[in-house]
């Protein structure tokens, strides 16, 4: 037997190796339906309520969390995973969540779908601040 694999043996090789790289290409571009969710499976601190001004959003990209706040100080959050193909958002133009990779635009103050090809509005999660800090967490 020669050290070198035969080319029957060398195509099997990469095929096991092509499968699972298509495969992943799938799933990133698989349409919505499972449920996007931000990384917060517990409410946790996710920065100072100071930086979230009245009428502004904040995006906490390493949370996967938009934070707004309305003129009436009201807080609301949403997952910034986006609900076509679960890309996470990460770009906040004023109060506009723009995803990179299909350009779906969603209103952070609302969740609402702006521009598609996203349908379905983000998925919205618990905040509320607490001694000065903006504490985030699964919905309710
Ligand atoms: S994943 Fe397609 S627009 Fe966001």
Redesign the pocket.
Known sequence: MSARPSPSRRTVLRGVVAVPAAGLGLAACAPSGGGPASTLTAPADIGAASEVAKGGAKLYREHNVVVSRDENGTLKAYSTV?T????A?NKLEGTTLI?P????RFDAVTGEVVQA??TEPLAELSVKAADGRIVAGPAA
Do not use: W, Y
């Open positions: 986006c076509h193909a679960q890309c958002i995803c990779c299909h350009g779906s090809p996203a």
